[in-house]
């Protein structure tokens, strides 16, 4: 018997928007400089939110009976009703129309973007976006779009069969960042996202259920450190718009290689292992 296809399941399922507040304390900042090894914090009150850090703002903190055997939600506003449902960070993109800034209290408002079901290698996918408008003072600073792919049941996947911890490839481009993420640091990053997912710390859990190597990068880092390189290399540069892909996984104990350059209106990066030249790509324009 044929498994039902997946837009069967979300047929009617038109989830309404939310809205959220936040008072914009400076300390998430403060902790993510910490975990960067930067000298002090990267902002402080009344100072501009570095972009990609409102991903430390806004947390959900569920009940412990809420969380399913992956460690994710078992049900939420924006998760799809798939039955054994399997979750996926694919990329966003994000428009930033004034900077959100430290201590002054915000509001995000999230909604559902598009559902589309496509076929990959792997099956049956559902790509889902879900918007997120942040305000301050009612004012719009900040437009993201997420994008989630979701599968119904575990896939093998085609993951390598061993972490790669040879140093990343020499440098192609004049911006460069370098990383080495290890188990306490992937700890401590779940913890500042509020996420239990535990292919970031369940080594057992990725190898014997998820069918990767090692544990496994969070894919927001991929795309943090690649805006990290813009935000150190470019100084006083404020980013317009942001868009980014998030390719293949990285894993604990590789090295990391966070390069780009700039282009006429803006930048364009990737982050590289020597396995792989792209696990995340992304293009920057400048206001």
């Not at 900042?29 to 939110?49: I, M, Y």
């Not at 694919?90 to 430290?102: D, I, K, Q, S, T």
């Not at 293949?248 to 982050?271: I, Y």
Request: proline fraction near 10%; glycine fraction near 10%.
């Amino acid at each position: 018997m044929q498994p039902a296809p997946l837009s069967s399941y979300v047929e009617t399922w038109r989830p309404g928007a939310v809205t959220a507040h936040d008072p914009m304390d400076p300390g998430p900042t403060a902790a993510v400089s910490a975990l960067l090894d930067l000298p002090g914090p990267a902002a402080g009150a009344g100072d501009p939110l570095p972009p990609l850090w409102q991903w430390f703002h806004f947390l959900h903190w569920p009940a412990q009976h809420e969380l399913g055997p992956d460690g994710h939600l078992r049900d939420a506003r924006f998760l799809p009703p798939l039955p054994d449902r399997q979750r996926m960070f694919a990329g966003g993109r994000c428009r930033f129309v004034r900077p959100l800034r430290l201590g002054e209290p915000a509001e995000r408002v999230s909604s559902l973007g598009s559902v589309t079901p496509k076929h990959g290698r792997s099956g049956e996918l559902l790509f889902v976006t879900e918007r997120q408008e942040f305000r301050q003072s009612g004012r719009t600073c900040l437009v993201e779009e997420q994008d989630i792919v979701y599968r119904s049941g575990r896939g093998s996947g085609r993951h390598p069969a061993a972490v790669d911890d040879r140093p990343a490839p020499d440098a192609e481009e004049p911006w460069q960042l370098r990383l080495q993420p290890d188990p306490t640091l992937l700890f401590r990053l779940s913890a500042l996202t509020a996420n239990a997912h535990r292919i970031h710390y369940d080594a057992a859990y990725c190898r014997d259920t998820e069918g990767y190597p090692g544990l496994v990068v969070h894919g927001p880092l991929l795309a943090l450190l690649m805006l990290e390189v813009v935000r150190r290399e470019a100084p006083g540069r404020q980013v317009g718009t942001l868009s980014f892909k998030l390719l293949r996984p990285a894993f604990a104990g590789e090295h990391l290689l966070a390069e780009g350059g700039p282009t006429g209106a803006g930048a364009q990066l990737r982050t590289a292992t020597h396995r792989d030249a792209r696990h995340a790509t992304a293009e920057v324009t400048f206001a």
